[in-house]
């Protein structure tokens, strides 16, 4: 595998329902991402992880809670849902102080909440 | 407060020139960067600019202006493959926070 792999790539979930989201990066970056994509809203940033501890949370409600074990592993717990949680959330990994930091971005999961 | 603008829909004809335009107002500046998005797909980097001026890469380039909170992309002899979205996201200062726009979809017609 290579760069940011992201699982599952489709989930439809009940409200009720408790799931997760995994991302792994194959970059050797030291910093983690997960955004919300809605349609035609800008990308959401919703956690920031560097050096495996959370630097960011814009005010993300608590039924999305993140993980992260290492720096290659990204994990997105999911609970008690709503219908307008239905997105695209995307993973993201960089390199802090490598440069231009740019982060790279893995193919995402479609979440449906019914 | 933090506000990026960039049109939401643009058409062009295979083998022409476009160009994107972004602006910008956020509380900090640390560098400029574009993304490519084809539906279904995962944002793909660019270009990036954080000093003033022109960024060529093929047949994309990018500009920026930091005095006027502006930036465009611009994309030579299209092709039918650059129908995507084109993402504008600024990095604020201090930490690797990025705020995107809400993107530009691209139409690329024969």
């Known amino acids: 595998e290579t760069g940011v792999t992201q699982t599952p790539r489709h989930l439809v979930m009940g409200m009720t329902n408790k799931k997760s989201l995994k991302c792994e990066q194959h970059?050797?970056?030291?910093?983690m991402y997960w955004y919300k994509q809605s349609a035609k809203k800008p990308l959401e940033l919703m956690f920031v992880?560097?050096?495996?501890?959370?630097?960011e949370n814009n005010s993300v409600p608590s039924r999305f809670s993140p993980e992260c074990p290492n720096s290659s592993h990204l994990f997105l717990h999911l609970h008690t849902l709503q219908p307008e949680d239905s997105a695209l959330y995307l993973c993201?990994?960089?390199?802090?102080?490598?440069?231009?930091?740019?982060?790279?971005f893995g193919p995402g999961t479609r979440l449906t909440v019914l | 407060g933090q506000n990026i603008d960039q049109p939401t829909e643009m058409t062009a004809t295979e083998g022409a020139i476009v160009q994107i335009n972004c602006t910008y107002q956020?509380?900090?500046?640390?560098?400029l960067f574009w993304y490519q998005q084809h539906a279904g797909e995962a944002p793909t980097f660019l270009s990036y600019?954080?000093?003033?001026g022109l960024e060529e890469k093929g047949r994309f380039s990018s500009f920026l202006s930091r005095s006027k909170g502006y930036s465009y992309l611009l994309l030579k002899e299209l092709q039918m493959k650059d129908s995507a979205s084109y993402l504008c996201?600024?990095?604020?200062?201090?930490?690797?926070?990025?705020?995107f726009g809400t993107g530009t979809r691209l139409l690329v017609s024969p």
């Open positions: 600019n954080v000093l003033d």
């Open positions: 970059l050797g970056h030291n910093a």
């Open positions: 992880y560097s050096l495996e501890e959370r630097v």
């Open positions: 956020t509380s900090g500046f640390n560098g």
């Open positions: 993201a990994s960089s390199q802090e102080r490598g440069g231009t930091d740019t982060q790279y």
């Open positions: 996201a600024v990095r604020e200062a201090g930490f690797q926070k990025l705020v």
